[in-house]
């Protein structure tokens, strides 16, 4: 049985503290006589009152209830949303703390869960990659339908971990046109009397709207998802969102399941085109409603050129690109390489990948549809492939370990590892660094702003083998 003494603090007892730390989300950590507390919504040098919410033997949540004396990292936050929505975290932190948390973060995990030392560490990371203007950098966002409490439609974003609708067309992160297309589709539903859909009975029409825009194109596409078949009166709405310059295709597509899950499977072009085309540094891209594209641009180039740069390709390379989606990156590459082999788990993306391949008139990239952790391997004993550059980018989980095991046999010279999750990162590199390679440089992008994610691009180069202190198998 649990012994209430033992707790130090209790729920609804209120704190004083200074916040002179932050959690891998953002969340700020104040002590008092070495009693950590995390407090949402707190800036680093912040003296708060706050309220605890839940007591735990060695630390404690609490809610911040007001902010003493503001750290001089403070700032305003652009969106009045910012503490109950979901989407950002760091909006009252100056952009520069951000950036400077976002790399300590990934300097953290390669210490904490990678095993690398400071010293290192220091002499590898580069300095971390910000954006000039880090709000509306978004080219994608889905925005659910819904109702407030006094019955008026809304839409907005879900209030953090919840699925309650904060009434918002106005969100910082996202293309300005969001806003109009928006109050279009507010109205029109009024007017016509369309309903949203209600996620507690699975009754209602409208779902969710998502909206892309190609940043260099300026190309728009509308997708309507809804929980029937059609939309009543829907050329009023189609006539109102046609006048939105760049408007190039809306689409319906189809969800009556009773799911998290926003997209159906089915897209049915209701005007204009299916797919809207993007380009990221000289090559073009096509989206459809259904595939992966990056979200910011500005800062997805980037990577992409770093990773290249790592790579140092100079034309005769053979090069595997793992969990490779539309192929973007394995594009970007093959413009240097003798050849580029990508591998993904999704089928439609590697048909997208293949498309834009000839789109971008590439001859020499070849694509496999299946798991980076079967593939290669299976490839490696049946045809002996060959690497001397690998590049991954894999989702957060990272990298399976036969797929590491396997590149390790494979010996390439250089691995261009790209990670949206720094943690996972510094489990793999702990593996490759333990058998015959060695971290080279590390750099820290942030591709988004107000948010606690970072990605980080990292080179590995595989270690001489008469400086190689642990045997590779
Ligand atoms: N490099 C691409 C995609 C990165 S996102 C880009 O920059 O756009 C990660 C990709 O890995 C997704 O497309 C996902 O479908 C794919 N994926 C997830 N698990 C995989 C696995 N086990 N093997 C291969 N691909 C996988």
Known sequence: MKKKENALYEKNQMIRVEITDMGTEGEGIGKIDGFPFFIKDTVIGDVVDAKVIKAKKNYAYARLEKVVTPSSFRVEPKCKFARSCGGCQLQAMDYQKQLEFKNNKVKNNLMRIGGFSKELLDSVMEEPVGMEEPFYYRNKAQFPFGYDKEGNIITGFYAGRTHSI????????????????????????????????????????????????????????????????????????????????????????????????????????????????DTIGDLTFTISPLSFFQVNPIQTERIYKQALEYAALTGNETVWDLYCGIGTISLFLARKAKQVYGVEIIPQAIEDAVANADRNRIKNAEFFVGKAEEVLPQKYESEGIYADVIVVDPPRKGCDEECLKTMVQMQP??????????????????????????LKKVRAFDNFPQSGHVETVVLLSKVMVNSRKKKVF
């Open 166 to 277: 904060i009434s918002n067309t106005d969100c910082a992160l996202g293309v300005k046109e969001n806003q109009r297309i928006l109050e279009i589709i507010l109205d029109f539903m009024k007017q016509e009397g369309v309903s949203a859909y209600r996620e507690e009975t699975g009754e209602g029409l409208m779902r969710h709207v998502l909206i892309r825009k190609g940043f260099s194109t300026g190309q728009i596409m509308v997708c309507l998802i809804i929980n029937g078949e059609k939309i009543p009166a829907v050329d009023r709405l189609i006539g109102r969102l046609t006048q939105i310059e760049g408007m190039t295709g809306i689409s319906l597509s189809i969800n009556k399941e009773r799911t998290n899950v926003i997209m159906g499977t089915d897209i049915r072009l209701l005007w204009g085109k299916e797919r809207i085309e």
């Open 413 to 438: 010279e250089r691995i261009v590892y790209v990670s949206c999750d720094s943690a996972t990162l510094a489990r793999d590199l702990s593996y490759l660094c333990n058998n015959g390679y060695e």
